[in-house]
């Protein structure tokens, strides 16, 4: 981390979970250009983990910037290392809870967010830590430009049904809807991140969507 200390952007206070509260106490909104150096559309992950996923997109994709966000700073150091290895110039990081995106993304400024298999928790209970509790997508939706997509995995077919429940209730159009994206092997564009081979080699299958901002 000493090395490329510009590749981390932030570093958040964990355990703001009152993601209005949080934006209105503090706000230090990223300058993407000065962050990356140019004007390319920006991509952000949530929940990074190892950061297999996103370095492999970034090489396939160079046209597009990434954020990397993940809340726990012992495993964002793993992505760190690698993206200083390769020498990627496409991608940032955000240690940083979701919950508190507001105060740092801009409106109106991501093209893409990818969810790979966010965190289930069981719905009772904990529905509104889920990632896409419709008080997470209200707040996606502001970040997205108009026409940007969410794209989520997941191995839970209860937190799937979920998921497209508050995708449509937040007037999200969905496309792609698959119950099992692994049904004819890996399609070629899929990147397969870490928790998804797992699953894979578990015989589980993987759901998959596409959540467009109308
Ligand atoms: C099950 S792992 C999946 C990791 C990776 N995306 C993959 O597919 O291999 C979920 C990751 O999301 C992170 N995470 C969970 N809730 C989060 C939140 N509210 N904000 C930021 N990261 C979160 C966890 O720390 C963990 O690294």
Same mark, same amino acid.
């Given at each position: 981390?000493?090395?490329?200390?510009?590749?981390?952007?932030?570093?958040?206070?964990?355990?703001?979970?009152?993601?209005?509260?949080?934006?209105?106490?503090?706000?230090? *909104? *990223?300058?993407?250009?000065?962050?990356?150096?140019?004007?390319?559309?920006?991509?952000?992950?949530?929940?990074?983990?190892?950061?297999?996923?996103?370095?492999?997109?970034?090489?396939?994709?160079?046209?597009? #910037?990434? *954020?990397? *966000? =993940?809340?726990?700073?012992?495993?964002?150091?793993?992505?760190?290392?690698?993206?200083?290895?390769?020498?990627? =110039? #496409?991608?940032?990081?955000?240690?940083?809870?979701?919950?508190?995106?507001?105060?740092?993304?801009?409106?109106?400024?991501?093209?893409?967010?990818?969810?790979?298999?966010?965190?289930?928790?069981?719905?009772?209970?904990?529905?509104?830590?889920?990632?896409?509790?419709?008080?997470?997508? =209200?707040?996606?939706?502001?970040?997205?430009?108009?026409?940007?997509?969410?794209?989520?995995?997941? @191995?839970?077919? @209860? /937190? /799937? %049904?979920?998921?497209?429940?508050?995708?449509?209730?937040?007037?999200?159009?969905?496309?792609?809807?698959?119950?099992?994206?692994?049904?004819?092997? #890996?399609?070629?564009?899929?990147?397969?991140?870490?928790? %998804?081979?797992?699953?894979?080699?578990?015989?589980?299958?993987?759901?998959?969507?596409?959540?467009?901002?109308?």
């Amino acid at each position: 981390m000493e090395a490329r200390s510009d590749l981390l952007l932030a570093r958040g206070t964990n355990g703001i979970l009152n993601m209005k509260e949080a934006a209105e106490n503090f706000r230090a *909104l *990223l300058d993407f250009k000065a962050a990356f150096g140019n004007d390319k559309p920006v991509a952000l992950e949530i929940g990074c983990g190892k950061g297999g996923f996103v370095c492999e997109l970034a090489k396939r994709r160079p046209a597009y #910037n990434y *954020l990397a *966000l =993940e809340k726990m700073s012992n495993v964002i150091l793993t992505p760190l290392e690698d993206v200083f290895a390769q020498g990627l =110039e #496409n991608i940032r990081f955000l240690n940083i809870r979701a919950e508190c995106l507001p105060c740092y993304i801009p409106e109106n400024s991501l093209d893409e967010i990818y969810l790979n298999f966010s965190t289930p928790l069981p719905k009772l209970g904990y529905a509104t830590q889920r990632l896409t509790h419709r008080n997470f997508l =209200e707040v996606y939706k502001k970040l997205l430009k108009t026409g940007g997509r969410i794209l989520q995995k997941t @191995d839970d077919r @209860d /937190f /799937f %049904e979920f998921s497209l429940e508050e995708y449509r209730a937040c007037g999200f159009a969905l496309a792609d809807v698959s119950y099992d994206l692994h049904e004819n092997g #890996n399609p070629a564009w899929n990147i397969v991140t870490e928790y %998804e081979q797992k699953w894979v080699e578990r015989g589980l299958p993987i759901h998959r969507v596409v959540a467009s901002k109308p």
